[in-house]
């Protein structure tokens, strides 16, 4: 993607207007929260006309809608891309992809919280929002299924497993973007402490 | 607390006005979300005039931190309450904390959110609102205290054990709230079930 700059808006190039009103969504997402966005920023930080963003999204929420989409995208690749770092070690595996979780919510939390805030009142109304999200849980599941094949992993259902995992990772980054977690735990938080928790978990 | 139904509001009991509000800005919360709230509707909801609330919250972000404030005072009451179901069986009752967490989170989806979503965007300006989520975290740290005195739970920094256990049953209440976990996943979910997560990882 080349997207322009908030500071110095040129027009998307030929084809790419959906990606170049995604970025800059996201942008407005992190600054100012997902109620303060409008298409017609959006539109005016493209440096497009207020109605071109129309002949992608319907109306703001379906915007919103595709940013989290790409947001369960993003954490799709991160599973595999991390997951591929240590192939023959499905539990480095595990701890890797609940750090890069943890990554992807503190440099992403206004993602994050949109993906998992109710901010979007109809998610059943964006079949493909469902339908990524549904793929990245089922990524980690595979993940589970080869560690127990490994034998690393312990037995039983692996996409009961998976939610005990995600569960635990989701709300440990909630915690911290939150700012919840009292300083003086927060500040032992590190890679080595998920790898224990998932560790002791699965 | 005496409050007004929505239907027919009648003027609050002489000194009762702060929860009033906050019992009115709670019902607006979940009716309508954060962003529609406004202290001139919660006014007219109590029905008192535009001014009253002014008397007890310089503005609607107050009012906001105030009620996420009640979450946590609700949940520190909740597991104090739970525990004392079973007082000699420390795993029993951290079992039954981590269902009461979950069941708040599903009567009460929009504090939750409130109280975890960054909509309150000045947090650190609500002393009262960081205390009460730090009385109820400290709340849980004593029951794993408890339980590894009574050798349930096992070793360690009872406070990181308690963030983990907190991190593990947030996760599941807000991939509960927000309808991400798949059906049949779901359809599992059950005491039992954070039973046997909670103790694998204490």
Redesign the interface.
Known sequence: MDIPSADAPTPYHHGDLRNALLQAGLELLTEE?A?ALSLRAIARRVGVSHAAPYRHFPDKEALLAAIAEQGFLTLATAVRETSAHAPTDPAAQLADVGWAYVQFALQH??QL?LM???VI?T?QAYPNLRMA??AA?EQLAALLRAGQRAQVIREGDP??LA??A???????A??L??????P??GA?FSPE?ITR?CG??L
């Open positions: 929260g109620h939390p206004a919280r998992f805030s109710g009142r998610p999200g549904e849980f996409r009961q939610l005990a995600w569960a635990l990772v989701h709300g440990l909630v915690l973007i939150e700012q919840q977690i009292p003086d735990i032992g402490w928790m002791d978990l």
